[in-house]
């Protein structure tokens, strides 16, 4: 057998280049120490701390009105088309995710048949079907989730009747919720953002079909009541919300009887009104926000004729009216989205 220096005929004598730092990059073979140093100086270097950067999107409607299981996936690093994922326990619409670096947990919903309690979660590093997580204390739907990385919370919605519940998760250990507190009013088709310390609950519809532009906050890390955070600039109902650790996002929506294009923001660290941060490109309801670091991404939702398969992106420390990114693998509305670098976690 012939002896190669070091490798021993195990190793490959040539250096695999690394073409990025995510784990899902290569870099095998001998290397010249002071190379992999500066690469590994530079950020460059795979290891377990770099996970692959994802956004997951999830169930809802398709254009034919069939609720759909599929979850996609799409790289945040560039714009393009999502793909396939996985799949949900069932199809189902109207349910809600939150995500940690490692996990996306998708909450609730509505299937073929009632609605549900259940909580389920993937790791988003890798492809493959939900696994059952545990419940929520009620059945629940329409309504907003959010959380840091280490606490998911759910608020508003449809929760067995009531419409101020807000139930909290751990989102590294599968169980069942527990109750957190109440929101300030009664609202159903709410929609959540989250900074690594507060969580915010915005729009939705007290009962009339108006919409509302009431803005909730409660602290993470605690239990209690909802206390009053401002206004939206345009009060509506299933929109979506999105945020880095700095600025809440709240997207579309519909209100005064039309479907709305309007984004605006808050500073979630204070308190206050929302501003106007610019439009989507078409008024729509029901599509799902999430981020990942500070690029907002608005996928799907319905105009005031057809669903769409859009998936559009803005930055989130800017102003400005949203751009294209890619589509979705169908049109969609109705769905909710996670990340493993939302605005809460990683900004």
């Known amino acids: 057998m012939a002896i190669k220096d070091f490798t021993a005929n195990v190793i490959s004598a040539t250096k695999v280049v690394p073409d990025g730092k995510f784990t899902n990059s290569a870099a095998s073979g001998v290397w010249d120490l002071s190379e992999q140093?500066?690469?590994?100086?530079?950020?460059?270097?795979?290891?377990?701390?770099n996970l692959v950067p994802r956004v997951l999107i999830a169930g809802g409607f398709t254009s034919s009105n069939q609720r759909s299981a599929v979850i996609q996936k799409l790289d945040p690093r560039s714009t393009g088309n999502s793909s396939s994922f996985g799949n949900l326990d069932a199809a189902k619409v109207i349910h809600a995710a939150v995500a940690s670096t490692t996990r996306g947990v998708f909450m609730g919903g509505v299937p073929a048949s009632g609605d549900q309690n259940v909580i389920q979660y993937v790791t988003i590093a890798t492809d493959g079907n939900a696994s059952d997580f545990g419940d929520l204390t009620g059945n629940f739907y329409d309504g907003g989730a959010a959380g840091s990385n280490t606490r998911g919370i759910s608020g508003g919605g449809n929760h067995s009747g009531g419409y101020k519940t807000l139930e909290y998760i751990t989102i590294a250990n599968t169980g069942d919720a527990t109750d957190f507190g109440d929101l300030s009013t009664n609202r159903q088709e709410t929609r959540s953002a989250a900074s690594t310390t507060r969580f915010v609950c915005s729009m939705?519809?007290?009962?009339?079909?108006?919409?509302?532009?009431?803005?909730?906050?409660?602290?993470i890390a605690s239990t209690g009541n909802a206390t009053d955070f401002g206004n939206l600039t345009v009060a509506r109902r299933s929109g979506c919300c999105l945020s880095n650790n700095t600025r809440g996002i709240t997207a579309g929506g519909d209100g005064a009887s039309s479907r709305q294009n309007v984004i605006d923001y808050i500073t979630i660290a204070s308190t206050g009104n929302s501003t106007d941060f610019g439009d989507m490109s078409s008024g729509r309801w029901y599509p799902a926000g999430t981020s990942h670091g500070n690029t907002g991404f608005i996928s799907g939702g319905a105009t005031s004729s057809a669903n769409t398969n859009a998936i559009e992106q803005i930055t989130i420390t800017t102003t400005g009216n949203a751009t294209d990114f890619g589509d979705m693998t169908a049109s969609i509305r109705s769905h909710t989205a996670?990340?493993?670098?939302?605005?809460?976690i990683a900004a």
């Open 37 to 49: 140093f500066d690469l590994v100086k530079g950020d460059n270097w795979p290891n377990a701390a």
């Open 338 to 344: 996670c990340s493993n670098g939302h605005g809460g």
């Open 204 to 219: 939705g519809s007290g009962g009339s079909y108006e919409g509302d532009n009431t803005i909730d906050y409660v602290t």
